[in-house]
């Protein structure tokens, strides 16, 4: 069966498309990608793709400065071109922008999952998985799930364990990109080249990039202990960084910055013993490709929700509280993030995680070893037992708050969004600290006692709809709305929550529903948080 999926992102969100794709295929249907004209190119790295459809932006754009009549004409025809003889062909929809969902609902007349419109032009979402996704990415210290494990969730398919696997180049680009990488390495370098390091300087915006200086010692350490040859990449408007590179840099290195196709890109990071990133489309292209990763998550990026889709990642965040920092607001700490994480932390979480055959001993600083990562959060991805991508962590924030609230959340919303008859207790043990638990347990007291209350009333008024209950049960639901709000531990609940009573308002029975699924998640949050914090068992 014809389906067509749609994702409206950029290159690396598109990049992580392919495990939706390749579920849908084992399922039995044909695959049809629908995309952003200018990241077409991306798609050549998709395998199981039937056709891919791109979206004229840009020319559609440009129609309606002439004319609103002619830019629907033009849409018209992609319209005509997309759905071919199948009118009405299943949508997966996995970009939850307002424009997306109108797409969605002008393509097909068939079922949307993921993200579409109603028959009255409101937003609905395929599952509990779907809203989730919106609601947690607008909360960054709470994303406890890996977006393709949510794209996966949202299109209905299961979470299979399997990596980004991406589409190779062809064998001629591989041969002439190795052949120009070994003659770019300077001539008469005393060191023997064992092979290539990859150096992403770029990212979306420069608070999210590490320092080129701190690149440069990096490249420059690499170089020096393990013998590899820095390559640096990115695209043409990052020239500047390469040349903040070069005027730190003392070892040789290979500057493609703006010099690559994708195709040429790819058979760089083939030819790579490993690329150390910023958060960027080129991380994900390369833990598709299967090449180790070491990834800086600065800002807005957190790798629990954008980290690379491949088991074995290095992935390295600031140790700072104020990380990661919500969309929009002005950094009042004058983006010290950028600066937490030092060259030679980085190299010695590479040298004990991704390059054990580098014969060079871990960097020392005043004569000892530099092993405190006090100020770097320090991560190797991996799966849990239900084949979801987690993180283990590598310094000593495993016990910290952020990381206990994060494991929870991933136990308990799991349960939650799947719609699980009963949630489970965690297996592992909560060690709070005090001032928390105590804030915590108060909360959740509150949310239940309200929750109570929402069920009793909906019971009324599921059958006598008198309006003064129906007032009061209003009253009682923003209430709890905000408090949830409030609570910096529940804003994604408060969110969810918003989302999927507004969806199911006119169905009384639905509503009551929905309220018994939230008690039940909070009653087991609660009783995870005995006094004592004792051990317990699923």
Not at 212 to 221: I, K, R, S, T
Not at 233 to 239: A, F, R, Y
């Amino acid at each position: 069966m014809r389906t067509l999926v749609m994702n409206l992102t950029r290159f690396g969100d598109l990049l992580q498309t392919q495990p939706v794709i390749a579920g849908l295929r084992d399922r039995g249907h044909a695959p049809a990608l629908i995309c952003l004209e200018n990241f077409a190119a991306a798609t050549m790295f998709l395998p199981g793709t039937d056709d891919v459809f791109a979206l004229p932006g840009a020319g559609l754009l440009a129609d309606l400065d002439r004319g609103w009549p002619t830019a629907l004409q033009r849409l018209l025809a992609w319209k005509d071109e997309v759905q071919g003889s199948q009118q009405a062909p299943p949508l997966v929809n996995l970009t939850p922008m307002q424009g997306a969902r109108l797409l969605a609902r002008i393509l097909t007349s068939g079922p949307v999952s993921g993200f579409g419109l109603d028959e009255q032009g409101y937003g609905f979402y395929g599952n509990s998985w779907a809203a989730f996704l919106q609601t947690s990415t607008m909360n960054r210290g709470c994303s406890p799930f890996n977006l393709v494990d949510l794209m996966l969730r949202s299109a209905d398919l299961p979470v299979v364990g399997q990596d980004l696997q991406l589409t190779r180049p062809e064998s001629e680009t591989l041969e002439r990109i190795r052949n120009l990488l070994f003659t770019k390495i300077p001539a008469n370098t005393p060191i023997s080249v064992r092979g290539f390091a990859a150096l992403q300087l770029g990212a979306s915006e420069p608070r999210r990039q590490w320092p080129e200086e701190y690149f440069a010692h990096l490249g420059d350490l690499l170089w020096d202990r393990c013998g590899l040859c820095p390559v640096l990449l990115g695209t043409p408007s990052e020239h500047s960084l390469a040349q903040g590179y070069a005027s730190q840099a003392t070892a040789p290195f290979i500057n493609m910055v703006g010099r690559t196709s994708l195709p040429e890109l790819a058979a760089v990071l083939c030819h790579t013993d490993l690329l150390v990133t910023n958060d960027t489309g080129t991380m994900h292209l390369a833990a598709g490709l299967g090449r180790p990763v070491a990834a800086i998550f600065l800002a807005t990026a957190q790798p629990w929700d954008t980290g690379p889709y491949q088991e074995g990642s290095l992935c390295l965040e600031p140790n700072l509280d104020c990380h990661p920092c919500a969309f929009g607001i002005a950094c009042e700490h004058d983006e010290a993030c950028r600066r937490a994480i030092s060259p030679r932390q980085v190299f010695n979480l590479i040298h004990a995680h991704l390059l054990p055959l580098c014969p060079s001993s871990p960097m020392t600083a005043n004569g000892e070893s530099v092993s405190d990562l006090r100020s770097v959060r320090a991560w190797k991805t991996r799966r849990d037992t239900h084949g979801f991508l987690d993180l283990e962590a590598l310094s000593d924030q495993d016990t910290d708050l952020r990381t206990q609230w994060i494991r929870i959340q991933r136990h308990t919303y799991r349960q939650f969004l799947d719609q699980s008859p009963a949630i489970h207790l965690p297996d592992f043990s909560l060690n709070f600290p005090e001032p928390a638990r105590t804030r915590i347990m108060a909360s959740l007291d509150q949310s239940i006692a309200l929750l109570r209350i929402l069920e009793s009333q909906a019971q009324v008024l599921a059958t006598a709809p008198l309006p003064k209950m129906q007032q009061k049960f209003l009253a009682y639901w923003e209430r709890l709305q905000t408090h949830w709000q409030a609570d910096p531990f529940f804003a994604v609940l408060g969110r969810l929550w918003l989302t999927e009573s507004q969806e199911l308002g006119r169905d009384i029975s639905g509503i009551l529903q929905l309220t018994r699924r939230y008690l039940a998640l909070a009653s087991a949050w609660r009783t995870a948080f005995p006094p004592s914090c004792s051990r317990h068992e699923s």
